[in-house]
């Protein structure tokens, strides 16, 4: 069974700071990593990740995959108060014929204090 | 921007009852999903749909599930007899032909 594990589970720290979240999968058919931002509702998406070592970035996030040791981390510099959320991690299945099952992480939840 | 919408937002039932929650996914979207995520816990995958059939399902969709597309735009998912434990937030989701899956705001359900 594919496993997602996200480290660490909360994280407090102060505007300006710059944080990195963690996370790590066991999977037997690995396609492809997402990264979700948690609000009051629904996962946004942040980034989706294929190759290793290419850094995906979107303004103050970035993100990078390493398939040799199954990780990925996001990285978030001079976090604001906006930032704070739940920080999904989801793992895409290349089973069955559908386009990805997601398999999730329990989520880093971030608070960020002015 | 699209967005995947849902409704209804909040659907409270009493155990036993049969629910339908609603999505319409993003228009040129061809895979459609639905997930739910239990109070505290992680989000889980329940089932994928693609090209009006069922692709792909977890253990958690049992007979007591199914899904439906029964027109051009709407994704329903139907929960014939509800137990307690079924009290949970219900996202839809879709996709193109690619990984990228574009949730909805979810349909938080509640059996009492």
């Known amino acids: 069974e594919d496993k997602v594990v996200q480290s660490p589970l909360s994280l407090v720290v102060h505007e300006g700071d710059t944080v990195t979240l963690n996370c790590s999968y066991e999977?037997?058919?690995?396609?492809?990593l997402l990264w979700y931002k948690q609000e009051k509702k629904a996962p946004t998406f942040l980034f989706m990740l294929?190759?290793?070592?290419i850094e995906k970035k979107s303004g103050r996030l970035s993100s990078i995959l390493d398939k040799k040791e199954l990780f990925s981390i996001l990285n978030i510099t001079a976090t604001q108060t906006g930032d704070s959320a739940i920080y999904l991690c989801?793992?895409?299945?290349?089973?069955?014929?559908?386009?990805?099952?997601?398999?999730f992480g329990q989520g880093t939840i971030l608070t960020v204090h002015p | 921007e699209p967005e995947v919408t849902q409704t209804p937002s909040h659907q409270v039932t009493q155990m036993g009852q049969e629910v339908i929650l609603r999505c319409v996914p993003i228009?040129?979207?061809?895979?459609f999903y639905w997930y739910r995520q239990i109070l505290g816990q992680k989000v889980e995958f329940l089932v994928s749909f693609y090209n009006n059939e069922i692709s792909e399902k977890s253990e958690i969709f049992d007979d007591q599930f199914s899904v439906e597309r029964p027109d051009g735009s709407n994704f329903t998912l139907k929960i014939r007899s509800t137990k307690l434990e079924d009290s949970a937030m219900y996202f839809c989701a879709s996709s193109v032909q690619t990984d990228t899956q574009y949730f909805g705001p979810g349909t938080r359900l509640t059996v009492l």
């Open positions: 999977v037997t058919n690995f396609r492809s």
């Open positions: 989801a793992e895409v299945g290349a089973g069955g014929t559908s386009y990805g099952k997601l398999t």
């Open positions: 294929t190759s290793s070592g």
């Open positions: 228009s040129n979207h061809l895979y």
